[in-house]
Each structure stands twice: as C-alpha cells, then as structure tokens.
C-alpha cells in the first residue's frame, strides 16, 4: 500500500508539473507501481498474505471466544 500511495503522489506531481518531479524521467515516476506489483507477487508466493488472513481470523475467533466467556461469567481469576 505504500508503494501505491508514493506512486500516485509521484504520478500527480508528474502530470500537475509541480517540483522537481515534473524533470524526472517517466519510468522514476512509475517504478513505485512496479514495486508494488513485486511486492503482491512475493506476499502470495510465500504465503505470507494467507498467514496474515489466518493470523486475523485467528484474533476475532479467540475475542468472540472471550466475550462468550465473559458473558456466560467464566472470566478467569488471576493466579495469586
């Protein structure tokens, strides 16, 4: 996602002619979506964005648990 937002504010510097962007070459300016492209490619090959879904799935599940537990009055007393 950062790659995409320093892309876009490069793109709008680019084409609105603002600073010293307006001198860079065109592939300066779109190499950021490139990045990011590479980054999706890399995060699906190495499973990390499929850990990261589970890692976030695996969080709301044990809070429901918690607040199921809580509710019913099973909240754990602390060891002394």
């Known amino acids: 996602m950062f790659f995409l937002g320093v892309g876009v504010v490069l793109l709008l510097l ?5 600073g010293p962007v307006a001198a860079w070459n065109w592939y300066l300016v779109l190499a950021p979506f490139g990045l990011a492209a590479l980054w999706w490619v890399w995060a699906d ?5 499929k850990r990261r879904a589970m890692e976030k799935m695996q969080k709301r599940k044990q809070e429901r648990i918690d607040k199921q537990k809580e509710a ?9």
């Not at 680019?14 to 603002?18: A, F, I, S």
């Not at 090959?45 to 964005?49: A, D, E, R, W």
């Open 14 to 18: 680019k084409y609105l002619e603002l």
């Open 45 to 49: 090959h190495t499973g990390y964005t």
């Open 72 to 80: 019913l009055g099973f909240v754990a007393r602390k060891r002394r």
